[in-house]
């Protein structure tokens, strides 16, 4: 195990002393503690350094250069010394570009990419927003799965007591005591597994956000659902094919390839430079032959112009690469804005008929609830069985998780609709927070 996971885990053992947590608590740390959307900053910063690099080629560039040589002349026949001397000069050259078109269309691409970082680095936040989402909503479902299943097994325990006692008075057959001791037998099952589902879901929540918390703010009971604003699909559909992030990353992607093309092109042409050149020799020969004389200062200042002539076809299979690069943007373009679309009609069809279904959900809980009393009162007077109750009870606590989870995907499905359109922020967030209350 690497020392990076150990210390990880040694964090998530030892931060468990808050008693309770909401929403924004567990975004605000795993947005200072999350290593994935860490590692998206790191990224971003990296890439962001790709403008001043190729500016750097557009700007003067000016080098020193120092020599000391010390010559010596020997007789090959007897290796003796004929004459030694010692030399020393320093130069110094500047260098401004005048014309490259490559070069210019390198920055172009820098800063084309940059503003891509910058689009990339929000799509991570999003992706953040809707994981710690989507595992605190998680823990809760998971619980509410965990509770219902608890009272589940405690009105099967209470049912089998009374069709024991039913059974030693004489009221019923032994076959309604096998019934519910089976019936609880499979609800003890479930309960082992949805304590094991919770465990899971809170260790995903723990492993962003890097601590745990006993309890966490559950959705305010009675709760009423925030429709999509607005209303009309059409606008959100317009939304996400015009200003989606995705959408918006995937035009960049397709300019920078441009701008790369242009900039291959660009390497048949002749480029133009100015250059300054200035500098000292002990024995006068920084520029031209040694000669006598006293040292002296030589400088030059010109243009010089470089013709690519041949590169054994290099530049041409670059240029046809770079052009189907860019063909592939494109497509990779038309693409995104097709998946824009397509999330944008599931999601919001997921809030709005998810609207629809929690109302369902809800009425079906209170008849399942009626049922069931009915049923128990009906058992009490001999009108029903004991299988009627318990398949009453079933459909009650089934009612009731089918009820959480639906509240919980049409919230989801709403920060969703709103990641597709590219408006999802913290205030989305605070306002999912709001239907929450603190847990008792």
């Not at 000016?62 to 000069?89: C, M, P, V, Y």
């Amino acid at each position: 195990m690497t020392p990076l996971r150990l210390a990880l885990l040694s964090l998530l053992a030892l931060s468990s002393t808050a008693q309770s947590q909401d929403l924004l608590q567990a975004w605000n740390q795993a947005l200072a503690h999350e290593p994935q959307f860490g590692a998206a900053q790191a990224a971003h910063q990296a890439d962001q350094e790709q403008v001043p690099q190729s500016r750097a080629q557009l700007l003067p560039q000016i080098s020193a250069i120092g020599t000391a040589e010390l010559q010596e002349r020997r007789q090959t026949s007897k290796l003796s010394n004929q004459h030694s001397s010692d030399r020393a000069a320093w130069t110094l050259t500047l260098s401004q570009p005048v014309y490259n078109r490559n070069a210019w269309a390198r920055y172009e691409r820098a800063q084309l990419l940059a503003q891509g970082a910058d689009i990339q680095l929000t799509l991570d936040r999003q992706d953040l927003m809707l994981r710690v989402s989507q595992s605190y909503f998680d823990v809760l479902a998971a619980q509410d799965t965990l509770s219902t299943l608890k009272a589940q097994q405690a009105a099967i325990d209470e049912q089998l007591r009374a069709a024991d006692q039913n059974f030693q008075l004489g009221g019923t057959t032994i076959t309604d005591t096998y019934e519910t001791k089976s019936r609880l037998d499979l609800t003890r099952a479930g309960v082992l597994q949805a304590e094991n589902a919770l465990q899971v879901a809170q260790d995903k929540l723990a492993a962003l956000t890097l601590e745990r918390y006993d309890t966490l703010a559950r959705l305010r009971e009675p709760l009423r659902l925030p429709a999509p604003q607005p209303a009309n699909l059409q606008d959100w559909l317009d939304q996400s094919s015009q200003s989606g992030l995705t959408v918006a990353l995937a035009d960049i992607k397709a300019r920078a390839a441009e701008e790369q093309l242009k900039s291959t092109q660009a390497l048949h042409e002749p480029t133009l430079a100015l250059k300054a050149q200035t500098g000292s020799g002990s024995d006068q020969t920084l520029f031209g032959q040694a000669g006598g004389g006293p040292r002296s200062l030589n400088s030059a200042l010109g243009l010089e112009l470089s013709i690519p002539i041949f590169r054994g076809g290099e530049t041409s299979s670059q240029v046809r690469e770079q052009s189907s690069r860019l063909q592939q943007a494109r497509y990779d373009h038309q693409f995104a804005i097709q998946q824009s679309i397509q999330q944008t009609r599931q999601y919001f069809s997921g809030v709005t008929t998810g609207l629809v279904r929690v109302q369902a959900l809800e009425a079906a809980t209170k008849s399942s609830q009626d049922a069931l009393e009915a049923n128990k009162l009906a058992y009490e007077v001999g009108v029903r069985v004991n299988i009627d109750v318990l398949n009453a009870q079933q459909q009650l606590y089934e009612a009731q998780r089918s009820l959480a989870q639906a509240r919980y995907e049409v919230l989801m499905n709403s920060l969703r609709l709103k990641a597709a359109s590219g408006t999802l922020n913290e205030n989305d967030l605070r306002a999912v927070n709001d239907l929450l209350e603190p847990a008792s």
